[in-house]
Nanobody, 123 residues
Framework: HVQLVESGGDSVQAGESLRLSCVAS???????MGWFRRGPDNEREGVAV????????IYADSVKGRFTVSQDNDNNLLCLQMNSLNPEDTAMYYC??????????????????WGQGTQVTVS
């Protein structure tokens, strides 16, 4: 079965950058993938989605221009480059995946496979 393992979370100062990674295993086809986060308010927010073709992406308004999602299908790797971090970005960040033929969006219920999360704290 498909497994997702995130890494790269850390505690940083406002204005700094972080790069999150998600390694996927258990499948061979590219998948639609996304990053979601759950902050101190416990609300889950879609951050970025990239389709299996690697060409189409969408972002939450709160991260546009600061975050960039990328996918390396040869290595089953999903990344999230986060620049100009601010305290509002503090959250547990989750990697998610769904089959390439499935509809998906920034809504969490469009994804079926989830990682365990990596914590990002910005102060």
């Amino acid at each position: 079965h498909v497994q997702l393992v995130e890494s790269g979370g850390d505690s940083v100062q406002a204005g700094e950058s972080l790069r999150l990674s998600c390694v996927a295993s258990g499948y061979t086809l590219p998948m639609n993938m996304g990053w979601f986060r759950r902050g101190p308010d416990n609300e889950r927010e879609g951050v970025a989605v990239i389709w299996a073709d690697g060409k189409n992406t969408i972002y939450a308004d709160s991260v546009k221009g600061r975050f960039t999602v990328s996918q390396d299908n040869d290595n089953n790797l999903l990344c999230l480059q986060m620049n100009s971090l601010n305290p509002e970005d503090t959250a547990m960040y989750y990697c998610a995946a769904t089959r390439p033929w499935a509809d998906c969006s920034l809504r969490a219920n469009t994804f079926t496979i989830w990682g365990q999360g990596t914590q990002v704290t910005v102060s």
